[in-house]
């Protein structure tokens, strides 16, 4: 039905490969005692500026020269990886049909059902389905159907390749946070269970916000906000490039006034982007509360900002850390791993592909 799917199998040996407009993430979960899953091992590598512009390959030589260097970093034995498609690149919605057809017929109905609601030619896409579960009548299942322009995959699928590596799932990012927050949800009290959570991941130049509850999502909200914000203030602030004030942010070598002058009014901007998002699902939604808030992200490693967002959006907020409840291989820093845990939410919801039923 498709070239290459969009959901995608279990696989005995998959790592999540999430390619963002700021990095390179790779990330491999493994089961460890009595079931419980393990970081094996993970890497994160940056990206060259505008390598990767608004979810799209813009530098293909130079994304799989940073992918390399990850690979040479994570060590040999990976070959299966799972990628993730922006939001905005997938064309998704959810059907009903009949319960009890068989695969092949489902693949007619599907198609059928796609010529109508896809705006483009099905031979120019890859086209994907997974049953959901039982629809509002018992003879009835509830279908998602997604779909995406055959070079919005080719590019990521072609980076892989040439680099020696073979994309078995192809996933959607929204997706992906979805699986990684539900790992976030159950350390809240109670798993929290009929709970509103919310997760605000913060990229590059997209701010994602997403509203969990038992696991289904009730709203999902994209922002044009993200670190490079910090990155064009540090540029402003101190007379440097782009590139010159990315490095010394990741680094951390900046002028002694950096926290005062352009750290903390990024982070109140930050929080009022937060406060405005919830606004927004407020208003489009039956809800006037949610209960919690994490932040996932390359900027939720900042200090404080959870204390800071949580103050501005009078919301419960904290750090999303999808392996708090997970082992680590015995030779990964732990510690590193708690810093670089928001920013690999994606990778974690890809690795955990390897799982599926």
Known sequence: MADISLFGSKQRQ??????SSSSVKLLELTSGDRGALRVERYVIEPLPTDAVVDGNIANFDAVAEVLRRALRRFGSGVRNVAVALPASAVFAKKITLPAGLRELDMEIQVESEAAQIIPFAL???????????PA??????EVLVAASRKEQIEDRVGVAESCGL??????VESLALEAACELVTRQLPGAGTNKLVGLVDIGASVMNFIVLRNGQ?????????????????????YGISLDEAETAKRTENMPGDYVDTVLKPFMEILALEV?????????????NAIDYLALAGGCAAIPDLADVVGKRAQVKTFIANPFSAMTVQAKRDSKKLL????????????ALRRFDE
């Open 14 to 19: 998959l790592a999540g490969l999430d390619i």
């Open 275 to 287: 406060s405005r998002a919830l606004q927004f699902f407020f208003t489009s939604t039956q809800y």
């Open 217 to 237: 999502k009730v709203y999902a909200r994209e922002q044009a906000f993200g670190g490079q914000q910090l990155t064009k203030d540090i540029s402003r602030q």
């Open 123 to 133: 031979d120019e896409v890859n086209l994907d389905f997974q049953v959901i579960g």
């Open 339 to 350: 810093t670089d845990a928001p920013s690999l939410m994606v990778a974690c919801g890809l």
């Open 166 to 171: 073979k994309v078995t799932v192809v996933d």
């Open 136 to 141: 509002g009548s018992p003879d009835e299942v």
